[in-house]
């Protein structure tokens, strides 16, 4: 039995629910590894790993219905599936689509898991390495993000070319 894509699994989970999954799993390992190589190192070899993977899902994205920004903002059901983002749409074109999360229950679920240093690297951070993978002509710009404290994540993702 060929393993299922990324795609495949989200469509039946939702990210939600694989963060938690991953967390889990990942939270031994940073255990582990902390244990064996100091907490600065496995927690850049964490990031490291996550935005290449990352990079990957955003690619496999494309397969589905190309790599459009329309066909970006297409794709994001599983990210929101269950009440996990709770949006406000600023701007959307055809160049542009610019929102602001107002309540995230993956920044709730990490810090009620104790990760709450670990939850911005493994979710927050992974956005813009997917839409690397995606398309590197749209470009993400966030400064502000609930999990490190703010009243709000603000994403401004645009057509550069």
């Known amino acids: 039995m060929a393993p299922k894509s990324d795609n495949e699994i989200n469509e039946k989970v939702g990210i939600l629910l694989r963060r938690e999954i991953e967390a889990k799993l990942i939270m031994k390992f940073k255990d582990y590894l902390s244990g064996e190589l100091g907490t600065k190192k496995t927690r850049h070899i964490i990031t490291e790993v996550i935005k290449g993977i990352a990079i990957e899902q955003g690619y496999e994205l494309t397969k589905i219905k190309g790599n459009s920004l329309e066909a970006f903002i297409d794709r994001q059901e599983p990210w929101t599936r269950d009440g996990s983002l709770e949006t406000s749409i600023i701007k959307k074109d055809d ?8 309540r995230c229950k993956y920044a709730e679920m990490y810090k009620s898991m104790g ?26 710009t966030r400064k502000k993000t609930l999990m490190q404290g703010d009243d709000y994540c603000d994403f401004k993702y645009d057509v550069v070319n």
Do not use: A, M
């Not at 709450?116 to 749209?138: A, H, T, W, Y």
């Open 95 to 102: 160049k542009s689509y610019h929102y602001n999360v107002v």
């Open 115 to 140: 990760l709450e240093e670990l939850g911005f690297d493994l979710s927050c951070n992974r956005d813009f390495n997917l839409v690397k993978g995606f398309n590197q002509n749209i470009k993400l």
